[in-house]
């Protein structure tokens, strides 16, 4: 039987690029507003004044005059595999890789581990407010089954796939082309489109695949209509190098991708720090979208993702946490990070821009904007209720404020996962702070 219920409390979420539009015409602000869920969609919202005498008497209505909502956010570049190798010490990505990364990720052909992590990970990503991601596996079939199976539970959107990687790698951690392409297959036929679940065609990255299993890779993309491509680009200036080496005769990094038949409008490549105007251009012109990652990129030492030249070439792009390169499962934190990278190249992120790139960006990079990322009528409800009052120093600061621009700002920079007062996914509650 339908059900309403309504969350009041400030309400703030993106309906364009500001890039495109202008900070102010980018976003809806409703200081004292009304968020109403039908089942498990937006019904309405709006200015409580209006809407409050529309709802029939006996709506149930939660009420938060010391919070802002906004849509959940998403992240679209992590690795479930690495929860537990977060805050590894003092590699850059080569060295760190065979050091930390592939150690842990042998773990996962256990899928009893597999899971457990699975469990942890998801309530990490919905404890910091995350409602949608795409994520890695591992090489093993087993890592994305519990991966799925644990997203059921609390009735996710999320997108995962099984690492392709038969080549540059320890034994123990390789497939083949055959069995990647195989074990592939059999993951998009259970788990693509089940429910909220979609799955990602995802090579590790251009060394670990050797040109057959690369073509494998864009022969399943072609196979299937709106299945997702991930993998990384660019992360790290010794590994482009590599790439030149083991693909001479490509003409960048992405065109060995693009030879392969890789790049499409549900392409998301990690990184892409270090691309020519023509990778630029290339993406644009397949619809492919970059994650930007910046707590890895710092964190690594990988360099400094130029937002300003993606969107001169109006490429879509998405914040991404990249755990564990990355340090923090926070978005906020992510967006904080973001900002110093941006401050870096001697230009602003504006915070409207910020929650842009963490809800609807994202949601555009992934080709959901249809569905999540804002908070329009018919979108799916999943949304994120902020405490204001979350800390002392939140509470003093945000005492000052003047405005919702400079409200989003400080809960960027010096909010964390002690903010999120709630996470909802499909209208219901996932994680209660």
């Known amino acids: 039987m339908s059900y309403l219920?309504?969350?009041?409390?400030?309400?703030?979420?993106?309906?364009?690029?500001?890039?495109?539009?202008?900070?102010?015409?980018?976003?809806?602000?409703?200081?004292?507003?009304?968020?109403?869920?039908?089942?498990?969609?937006?019904?309405?919202?709006?200015?409580?004044?209006?809407?409050?005498?529309?709802?029939?008497?006996?709506?149930?209505?939660?009420h938060y005059p010391d919070a802002v909502i906004t849509p959940g956010f998403i992240d679209t570049h992590i690795h479930y595999p690495q929860t537990d190798m977060i805050g590894s010490y003092g590699e850059q990505l080569l060295t760190w890789l065979n050091t930390y990364t592939f150690p842990e990720e042998s773990k996962f052909a256990d899928k009893v581990h597999a899971r457990e992590v699975a469990d942890r990970f998801l309530k990490e990503l919905l404890r910091n407010g995350t409602t949608t991601a795409?994520?890695?596996?591992?090489?093993?079939?087993?890592?994305?089954?519990?991966?799925f199976e644990a997203c059921e539970v609390h009735n996710l959107r999320m997108i995962c796939g099984k690492v392709m990687m038969d080549r540059n790698a320890p034994d123990y951690l390789t497939d083949t082309p055959e069995t990647s392409y195989l074990e592939s297959k059999q993951l998009i036929e259970?788990?693509?489109?089940?429910?909220?679940?979609?799955?990602?065609?995802?090579?590790?990255?251009?060394?670990?695949?050797?040109?057959?299993?690369?073509?494998?890779?864009?022969?399943?993309?072609?196979?299937?209509?709106d299945v997702y491509m991930h993998t990384h680009l660019s992360e790290n200036k010794d590994e482009c190098a590599w790439v030149q080496d083991l693909f001479p005769e490509s003409t960048n990094y992405l065109d060995v991708y693009d030879q392969h038949k890789l790049l499409s409008e549900r392409s998301v490549f990690a990184h892409g720090i270090h691309l020519c105007d023509n990778e630029y251009h290339r993406l644009h012109e397949t619809g492919s979208a970059i994650s930007f990652c910046p707590t890895s990129?710092?964190?690594?030492?990988?360099?400094?993702?130029?937002?300003?030249?993606?969107?001169?070439?109006?490429?879509?792009?998405?914040?991404?946490?990249?755990?564990?390169?990355?340090?923090?499962?926070?978005?906020?934190?992510?967006?904080?990070?973001?900002?110093?990278?941006?401050?870096?190249?001697?230009?602003?992120?504006?915070?409207?821009?910020?929650?842009?790139?963490?809800?609807?960006?994202?949601?555009?990079?992934?080709?959901?904007?249809?569905?999540?990322?804002?908070?329009?009528?018919?979108?799916?409800?999943?949304?994120?209720?902020?405490?204001k009052k979350a800390t002392p120093l939140l509470t003093s600061r945000l005492a000052l404020s003047k405005g919702i621009e400079e409200t989003l700002f400080v809960f960027m920079t010096i909010g964390d996962d002690r903010a999120i007062q709630a996470t909802y996914s499909a209208g219901q509650c996932v994680h209660q702070r």
């Open 134 to 147: 795409l994520v890695f596996g591992t090489v093993h079939k087993v890592s994305v089954d519990a991966f």
């Open 297 to 387: 990129n710092l964190f690594i030492g990988s360099g400094l993702f130029k937002l300003n030249k993606a969107e001169e070439h109006k490429v879509n792009v998405g914040l991404g946490t990249d755990i564990g390169g990355g340090t923090s499962f926070s978005m906020l934190q992510t967006m904080n990070e973001a900002y110093k990278v941006i401050q870096l190249q001697n230009e602003n992120l504006n915070p409207i821009k910020s929650l842009y790139l963490s809800t609807l960006g994202g949601a555009r990079a992934l080709r959901l904007e249809d569905k999540i990322g804002n908070l329009t009528i018919g979108s799916e409800a999943d949304f994120v209720i902020l405490d």
């Open 5 to 62: 219920k309504a969350w009041r409390a400030a309400i703030v979420h993106c309906i364009a690029d500001p890039k495109d539009v202008g900070i102010k015409a980018a976003y809806e602000y409703f200081e004292d507003g009304l968020l109403v869920i039908q089942d498990d969609k937006i019904h309405a919202i709006g200015e409580a004044a209006d809407l409050l005498q529309t709802l029939p008497n006996n709506t149930p209505i939660e």
């Open 190 to 225: 259970t788990w693509h489109n089940k429910g909220r679940l979609h799955y990602a065609i995802t090579p590790r990255f251009a060394p670990t695949s050797s040109d057959e299993q690369l073509q494998l890779a864009g022969k399943l993309l072609s196979e299937y209509d």
